[in-house]
């Protein structure tokens, strides 16, 4: 089966990719430079050049493979980016892949963000991306809009903290953040939680889609289903050695700056219920709750997710039941598995 990946050198894509070609896959991949096309060239990836914003490149090349797996977004969040237009280039890009596949039944599985539901509910793969999120995104919806046109069309749905070696994302920023301010913040009581999942579980889960999911299937990407932001500060001070600190609703966008003051503040629990028991998907993957490093390390890249090695996980560091506090699901998910507990639970220490 060959199959058309974006996002192919990105921070999950990457791995998405190795997945694939470790179990039997022909892949190609969308590059923008030169540079990401020889990476992908030297481990045997069939190359498209190319961005998101070239339609008629992405037509043809979903057009000539078996399936398109698409986790290629600008994830610009400077104070001068333009998400709206973002989300219209990742709206636009989906129309093409479904023109390209229409009447085929192939499958394609576009990356999403969770949706926020309300302060204190866990979301579920029942719970639709609204409308007019607080940041905009289209995926999901352009995405679903599919179904009706003979793709074969699935999301799955990242959480909000992605973690792993080299993680470029919210809790890297923070800690620049914090590093630069003297502080590690949180807004208000911190009680707004974050669901995470590593990203070499979440790339397994864009196969499984890819060879399983019905049309329209929503599948939620999460390991850590409820993480308190004060938790996340709190561990981010604890490695840079910093104070940490309350900052109101109103001081957050000058704390943190836009659009960062905005996930700050989101409360995004979430669970994967549904997703495991459907497709056999287990995160065996150690969890952001517990593996926050307790000192600062010595560059910016490793500050909260270090990679292994030279850390590795030792078990029995800590209990073998969830942090009491990662928030419950509240009667809509089921308990973690075994496995999930344990990783979750294993503490990250140097070697």
Known sequence: MRVFVTGATGFVGSLVVQDLLAHGYEVVGLARSDKSAAALERIGVGVVQGSTED??????????????????????????????????????????????????????VA????????PGVTA?????????????????QAAIALVGKGVRVSVVRM??????????????MLTRLARAKGSSAYVGEGANAWSAVHR??????????????????????????????????AAIGR???????????EEAPGHFGMPLAIFAQLDVPACAKRTREQFGWEPVEPGLSCCIPRRACSTATQDIMPPT???????????????????????????????????????????
Request: charged share 20%.
């Open 55 to 108: 339609l008629d490149v992405l037509t043809t090349a979903a057009a000539g493979t078996d399936g398109v797996i698409h986790t290629a977004y600008i994830h610009d969040f400077s104070p001068t980016a333009d998400p709206m237009r973002f989300a219209e280039i990742d709206r636009d890009a989906i129309a093409a892949f479904g023109e390209a596949l229409a009447g085929t039944g192939k499958p394609l």
């Open 200 to 233: 070499l579980d979440a790339a397994r889960l864009y196969r499984l889609a890819l060879e399983q999911a019905p049309a329209g299937t929503l599948l939620n990407a999460v390991a850590d289903e409820a993480v308190p932001f004060k938790d996340v500060a």
């Open 124 to 140: 579920t793969e029942d719970d639709k991306a609204p409308d007019n999120p607080p940041y905009p995104r289209f995926t999901e």
């Open 159 to 172: 959480a909000p903290s992605v973690r792993g070696e080299g993680d470029p994302n919210f809790v890297l």
């Open 239 to 249: 490695s840079l050695n910093l104070p940490v600190r309350s900052v109101s609703a």
């Open 111 to 118: 990356a999403a963000g969770l949706p926020s539901v309300a």
């Open 309 to 351: 090695p030279p850390w590795s996980l030792r078990s029995g560091a800590c209990s073998p039941e969830p942090s009491p506090r990662l928030r419950p699901a509240r009667g809509r998910c089921s308990s973690r598995s075994a496995k999930a507990k344990s990783a979750c639970c294993a503490t990250c220490r140097p070697t």
